[in-house]
Structures are given as C-alpha cells and as structure tokens.
C-alpha cells in the first residue's frame, strides 16, 4: 500500500507563494502518475495538477494555468507544487494523490491514493 504525506501548507497573502510538497512511499515506477486536488469548504473536490513519472508531462486545471507549477523527483519519489500569485479563491485543503497505473487523473474516482490534505489559507 502505498503512503502520500503532504507538507508546506500555511496562511499567506494575497499575491504570495507557497510550495507543497508530497512523498510517496515505494519506488517512482508504483505512482506512475501523481498530482494534486483541493478542497474548499462547500465544494466539490477538484483537479488543480498532474505530472506522470516517465516523461514529467504535466496538465493543469485551468483556473491555476500560469500560476502554480508542479515538479517531480524520481529519486525521492515526491512531487512539488509551487504556488505563485496566490489568490483568496486558493484557500482549501490541499490533497495529493496518486494513480498505480499510467492514466487520466483529472477526477477523484481516477486517483488510487491520497495523501491526508494540508491546509492553504489566502488572505485578501
């Protein structure tokens, strides 16, 4: 079975950065695809990024398009999400997750892992 545990959330102003960051337990190859959701109060879980593991390509949801990057270490197994221009509508709960085979990961029901969130906090 493999663990996601998530670090770098916190509270920061409007227009600021923060990076997540999410280590998987096991070998890179056991999550060939791994990314992030979020979580606001209220709302649906919802795609945000996803990088695959063989060639780092990686899609974003288009509301973040521009603004946040994710990364991936193979060797460490963990993926990154840095988030510039941080904006108020940002705030949520931050998921990662993770696919055990090669696919599309832009719905919940698609992700086979899941980290236990880490709280992003946006202040106007």
């Known amino acids: 079975q493999v663990q996601l545990v998530e670090s770098g959330g916190g509270l920061v102003q409007a227009g600021g950065s923060l990076r997540l960051s999410c280590a998987a337990s096991g070998r890179s190859f056991s999550t060939p695809v791994m990314g992030w959701f979020r979580q606001a109060p209220g709302k649906e879980r919802e795609f945000v990024a996803a990088i695959t593991y063989s060639s780092g390509s990686a899609y974003y949801a288009d509301s973040v398009k521009g603004r946040f990057t994710i990364s991936r270490d193979n060797a460490k197994n963990t993926v990154y999400l840095q988030m510039n221009s941080l904006k108020p509508e940002d705030t949520a709960v931050y998921y990662c997750?993770?696919?055990?085979?090669?696919?599309?990961?832009?719905?919940?029901?698609?992700?086979?892992?899941w980290g236990q969130g880490t709280q992003v906090t946006v202040s106007s």
């Open positions: 997750a993770a696919r055990k085979n090669f696919g599309r990961m832009i719905v919940r029901e698609e992700c086979d892992y």
